[in-house]
């Protein structure tokens, strides 16, 4: 069964900190796609990033970069600046690489920017 | 371009009433999912379905029903409300490869 850990229930930083949030994976497929998604106090679910399980390069988009790593099951989210926009949950998620019957989502970190 | 939209965006059932969530997406996506926000439990898999006509249970069916007549509208059923379902219910929808799914803005259902 695939299984994402968001071990970081609450993460509470000051603006202009860099700040990294932790996503942990488990599955038996040895390919598989990883995820990002933000979900500010609005409450919509955006989607940021996709990752496949062949491609390891770490991504950078702007203030935001993507850390992924296959030999330890991660794939982490950091931040840099923060700003009081940033505040939202954010949610990693996993699901096979050829469907997406079963994408599964961690419990969301909850990051709190404060001026 | 208006993407996933759910109805109603917020709504109060009575224990032991049934009610349906509308979902209709509009970008001719084959696969389409019900998934609810619980606090501390993340977004969990209620059903989901690759196809008009074709449905599947998630982690968490007991309870819903879905159906899928045509590509563009995937309701989910509660068929006798009860406590247990007060939550956040988001739909989704995607193409048939996981590239990143389109959510609606969900509703939000208590049961009293």
């Known amino acids: 069964a695939q299984k994402v850990t968001q071990a970081q229930t609450e993460i509470s930083v000051v603006e202009k900190e860099d700040v990294t949030l932790d996503c942990v994976y488990e599955t038996r497929d040895t390919t598989y796609y990883l995820f990002w998604y933000k979900q500010p106090p609005s409450g919509e679910l955006v989607f940021l990033i996709r990752?496949?399980?062949?491609?390891?390069q770490n991504e950078i988009s702007g203030r935001y970069s993507w850390n992924f790593q296959k030999s330890t099951s991660s794939f982490n989210f950091t931040i840099t600046a923060s700003q009081v926009v940033d505040s939202a949950v954010y949610f990693c998620?996993?699901?096979?690489?050829?469907?997406?019957?079963?994408?599964?989502f961690g419990a969301g970190t909850r990051l709190t920017v404060k001026p | 371009n208006a993407g996933v939209t759910q109805t109603p965006k917020f709504q109060v059932l009575k224990t032991g009433q049934s009610m349906t969530l509308q979902c209709a997406q509009d970008?001719?996506?084959?696969?389409m999912s019900w998934y609810r926000q619980d606090p501390g439990m993340g977004l969990r898999l209620i059903h989901y379905s690759v196809g008009a006509g074709i449905t599947d249970q998630g982690e968490v069916p007991n309870g819903y029903n879905v159906s899928r007549s045509t590509t563009e509208d995937f309701p989910l059923r509660l068929l006798s409300a009860a406590p247990s379902q007060t939550s956040v219910y988001f739909c989704a929808s995607g193409t048939a490869k996981p590239y990143g799914y389109t959510f609606g803005s969900g509703t939000r259902l208590t049961v009293v």
């Open positions: 990752r496949n399980s062949f491609d390891e």
């Open positions: 970008m001719n996506h084959e696969y």
């Open positions: 998620a996993l699901s096979g690489y050829d469907n997406n019957n079963d994408m599964r």
